[in-house]
């Protein structure tokens, strides 16, 4: 019987030296860390000498090489090791001739073709520490296909078989391109999920004690408990309706989209709007931009929304053109926003101290939602610097034309 040898006693050094296929380690400056016994052998070096060398010192590229040889060797294979950098993923690179010098006769070359894959390792956080690349020949197979009747009518089939692998690695690129996409929308999904079941908890809750007081104390104040109920069922009603938005912004196409005179819509939403606070406007007519305006009532009424939330006694609205933007601001002056959380407020459910002390049953989606739609439209919103409030800036595109 052979000798078991678990998982935990397994020499992996020794298995990498015994390695058939050439794998070198390199470092993230591509300095060779370790090299396996296959790999010294065909540098024929020892470990002291290639230790700690950059591997195109090592290996050097061939100066003799033909013209297309900027296609091949050393330069592919540098840009390969710089794709797994980048992207933190395994390369597998198409067929490669790379040339290697021969130790006894230096400036000599032996042409030589590989099959290489390089494989990250990475840290805790996802970094890359280290590259393992794996090579196997395939010298013997490519001399084959050239030899009379083994490459076809023109010997081409190894420049067919890199084609090939070209459009294979493309294709792996793609795929995991598409992976990626398919994880965020997942992703949004599972915030989406956490979002409704974290949202609705409050108000539900508050209406289930609601009911058990009213059932448990039959002298309860019934028009009390139903004006709380109210209130709550309306909580519910905004929630899910923000909710709701979410949900379309991947999904609604822009059909409904029109040239829209900013100052004339902002206009007849603060009229249709009962505002909490005095509104003070400076509006230049004739800004326009393309949106739907369902969505943009939206935003500008979510918008409204949060600063009088936080407004003590006035808000302003602002609207000029500053080309190529047309420009929507509105402040208040209520305690601002501090720096640090410029950029937080719009992320989905971020609430600053402040907010939630103003608005215990604030979801933190109105702001998120509102950003949501600015993008949508080819546009930008962001909280600014500014003394005594907070400001709040969208910028869209202003498109020329006569608004509607």
């Not at 949202?199 to 609601?210: S, V, W, Y």
């Not at 719009?346 to 949501?372: H, N, Q, T, V």
């Amino acid at each position: 019987m052979g000798t078991v040898v678990t998982r935990a006693e397994a020499d992996y050094e020794a298995v990498f030296r015994v390695s058939p296929a050439l794998s070198i380690l390199l470092a993230t400056d591509f300095t060779v860390l370790d090299m396996n016994d296959s790999c010294l052998s065909l540098a024929r070096r020892s470990a002291r000498d290639v230790l700690g060398r950059c591997l195109f010192e090592v290996f050097p590229p061939n100066p003799a090489a033909p013209q297309d040889a900027g296609q091949q060797g050393p330069p592919v294979l540098q840009t390969s090791l710089e794709r797994v950098l980048t992207t933190c993923r395994r390369d597998f690179m198409p067929l490669q001739r790379y040339d290697i010098e021969a130790v006894d006769r230096p400036g000599v070359f032996e042409e030589r073709y590989w099959s290489t894959v390089n494989t990250p390792v990475l840290g805790p956080h996802g970094e890359v520490l280290m590259i393992v690349l794996t090579s196997e020949e395939v010298t013997d197979f490519v001399r084959a296909l050239r030899r009379p009747g083994g490459g076809g009518e023109h010997g081409s089939l190894a420049q067919h078989l890199q084609t090939l692998n070209d459009q294979l690695r493309r294709a792996h690129l793609e795929q995991c391109e598409t992976t990626s996409a398919l994880r965020e929308a997942v992703e949004r999904q599972r915030r989406l999920v956490y979002d409704a079941s974290h949202d609705l908890r409050n108000p539900i809750t508050g209406l289930l004690a609601e009911l058990e007081v009213a059932l448990a104390d039959p002298g309860t104040d019934l028009q009390r408990i139903l004006r709380t109920l109210l209130r709550d069922a309306e909580r519910l009603n905004d929630i899910v309706a923000d909710l709701l938005d979410l949900a379309r912004l991947d999904s609604e196409t822009h059909e409904d989209e029109r040239l829209i005179d900013l100052a004339g819509f902002v206009s007849e939403e603060l009229d249709r709007h009962t505002p909490g606070a005095a509104v003070r406007t400076r509006l230049d007519p004739g800004v326009c931009v393309r949106a739907s305006a369902v969505r943009l009532a939206r935003l500008l009424n979510n918008l409204l929304a949060n600063a009088e939330r936080h407004a003590r006694s006035t808000i302003e609205v602002v609207v000029t053109a500053d080309p190529p933007d047309a420009v929507f601001e509105l402040i208040d002056d209520g305690p601002g926003i501090s720096p640090e959380d410029r950029e937080r407020v719009f992320e989905r459910g971020y609430r600053s101290k402040e907010a939630s002390a103003r608005d215990p049953g604030g979801c933190g989606l109105g702001l998120p939602i509102a950003r949501e739609i600015a993008q949508e439209h080819g546009g930008r919103l962001y909280a600014a610097e500014h003394d005594g409030g907070a400001r709040v800036v969208l910028r869209l595109p202003l498109v020329s034309g006569r608004c509607s």
